[in-house]
């Protein structure tokens, strides 16, 4: 009895972990869309007037505003988001709808692969984006430090979050996934009464 209700405890714990973490990343993934496809935020703006002229602008790599930057990075960091928006949009709905859930729990091991391939995607993402950091000149004279930082951190967090998702991908399947298909947002014992 005890072990059921620990079992059942431990299954909630998941649930609410994953759920919330899932919830996380889609936000600051689609944060990181906003930040970057938005051309007032001028990170990304294929018709920034700059001094006088219109300048094709991707901020990263940017030495100067009028040299326009690396427009292949701009589109990966859409790209990076995007991507990741839409597979963790559909965990997080198998995650979200009680007729789904036992599911997930149950083929546990694809949600681990793609936790996995998303922890190296914002791995190499995060390295890319910090990497491809623009010019501190470039930063202040178009007032964008907040949103190459705020990209940036988003980054590094989806990165940790999703390494975490790994974990709890094999808690759940070691832990959970072996008592069947029982939903861990709630204690759903399963009151079977077998009548002779």
């Given at each position: 009895m005890v072990e059921s209700k620990l079992q059942?405890?431990?299954?909630?714990a998941l649930w609410t972990v994953r759920f919330f973490l899932y919830t996380v990343i889609l936000a600051f993934s689609a944060t990181?869309?906003?930040l970057d496809g938005?051309?007032?935020?001028n990170i990304w703006n294929d018709s920034l007037f700059y001094d006088g002229k219109f300048v094709d602008f991707c901020a990263y790599s940017a030495s100067s505003v009028e040299e326009?930057?690396?427009h292949g990075a701009c589109r990966y960091v859409m790209a990076l988001a995007s991507i990741s928006l839409?597979?963790?949009f559909f965990l997080w709905l198998f995650t979200f709808v009680d007729a789904l859930y036992p599911v997930l729990t149950m083929f546990w091991f694809i949600e681990l692969g793609i936790n996995v391939f998303q922890t190296m995607w914002w791995l190499v993402g995060a390295i890319v984006v910090s990497a491809k950091r623009p010019d501190s000149s470039v930063l202040d004279a178009l007032g964008i430090?907040?949103?190459i930082n705020a990209i940036e951190g988003l980054s590094w967090i989806n990165f940790a979050f999703s390494l975490f998702l790994c974990g709890i991908s094999i808690a759940d399947g070691l832990l959970v996934g072996q008592r069947g298909t029982g939903s861990g947002k709630?204690?759903?014992g399963n009151n079977?009464?077998?009548t002779a």
């Open positions: 059942d405890g431990v299954s909630a990181i869309v906003g938005r051309k007032a935020d326009g930057g690396d839409i597979l963790v430090t907040k949103d709630q204690n759903s079977n009464s077998n």
